[in-house]
């Protein structure tokens, strides 16, 4: 069992930037790959990017490749999104998700395993 936290959502201007952060409980977090997704009203809960298991690789919804970048610290049990270049189809409830995986990653939504309760960012333009 993992339990995950998410912080550092809020308001912000068209083309500005968020870090978002996700600390995890337990001390299997290197076991776990890591994903942030997010959900928008009305809409289907999304892939934005996910992290191998060592921080080694990583992928992107296309949305976002290269405005976004995901990081994890083993040590600290933190996963980071940093968010630069924001935009109003940006805002929604974003989520941090943990997935039980012997080796590498992926966007699926029904494969990770725990979840935080979210985090709002939205974006004026």
């Known amino acids: 069992q993992v339990q995950l936290v998410e912080s550092g959502g809020g308001l912000v201007q068209a083309g500005g930037s968020l870090r978002l952060s996700c600390v995890a409980s337990g001390r299997t977090f290197s076991s776990y790959a890591m994903g942030w997704f997010r959900q928008a009203p009305g809409k289907e809960r999304e892939f934005v990017a996910a992290?191998?298991?060592?921080?080694?690789?990583?992928i992107y919804a296309d949305s976002v490749k290269g405005r976004f970048t995901i990081a994890r610290d083993n040590v600290k049990n933190m996963v980071y999104l940093q968010m630069n270049s924001l935009k109003p189809e940006d805002t929604a409830v974003y989520y941090c998700a943990a997935q039980r995986i012997i080796v590498g990653i992926t966007r699926s939504v029904a494969q990770y395993n725990f979840w935080g309760q979210g985090t709002q960012v939205t974006v004026s333009s």
């Open positions: 992290i191998t298991k060592s921080g080694g690789s990583t």
